[in-house]
């Protein structure tokens, strides 16, 4: 299943959805269509950005965190940042964000720990393949996740994985999952301070 699949069936019919990095806006189409949801997009390309006003979508021109301040809390049931994470400057701000402005988050990425991109690294090259399409030169990745380092970091800050899409069950998954996908939502538990 395409990666677009996979976000379309965790998103359910009549939501509200946020896309982040939305691109030409083909996701929020393809949700307002065939879910009947309600779009809107963040998108910091032009070109991206006229595509999405000529389709009928929403979206706003212009950095992740700076858009996101502008809305309140829980104003969307969903919001998607979808293989942008990597790219962003303040990753944990970004999905802080999210979190504050929606119910539920579902984030994607590739996997860096991926067998294939082992292998590259064995061999002495950077990886290059289907989920890491640039080459080392001219990438907009600026740091890399694994399907473990996400799930750390998900522990670590309070954030509960709510489901998470697998190549293969349990252990290995983060050996032979090239593209994490996760959704997530802040916990309604109130973390422990030291000593109590």
């Known amino acids: 299943m395409r990666l677009k699949e996979q976000i379309m069936a965790l998103i359910p019919e009549k939501s509200h959805v946020l896309d982040l990095g ?3 806006g083909e996701l929020l189409k393809t949700l307002m269509t065939d879910k009947d949801a309600q779009g809107y997009g963040i998108e910091i390309d032009r070109e991206n950005v006229i595509a ?3 389709q009928g979508i929403s979206v ?3 950095d992740l965190l700076e858009a996101l301040s502008r809305f309140p809390d829980d104003s969307f049931d969903f919001v998607v940042l979808s293989q942008t994470l990597q790219q962003v400057q303040n990753p944990l701000d970004v999905v802080s964000e999210m979190l504050r402005v929606g119910k539920k988050a579902i984030v994607t990425f590739p996997n860096f720990a991926h067998w294939k991109n ?3 690294l064995f061999f002495g090259f950077v ?3 289907r989920a890491l399409p640039y080459r080392w030169f001219d990438t907009p990745n ?3 996740v694994s399907i473990k380092s996400f799930q750390q970091v998900c522990a670590e800050k309070n954030i509960d ?3 998470e899409v697998r190549t293969v069950p349990g252990p290995l998954s983060n050996l032979f999952t090239e593209i994490g996908v996760f959704v997530i939502k802040k916990s309604n538990e109130i973390p422990r301070s030291n000593g109590h």
Do not use: S
């Open 22 to 24: 939305c691109g030409n």
């Open 52 to 54: 999405c006003i000529k």
């Open 60 to 62: 706003y021109h212009g």
């Open 118 to 120: 082992r292998l590259a």
């Open 127 to 129: 990886p290059k393949n």
């Open 142 to 144: 600026i740091r890399v």
């Open 161 to 163: 994985i709510l489901h």
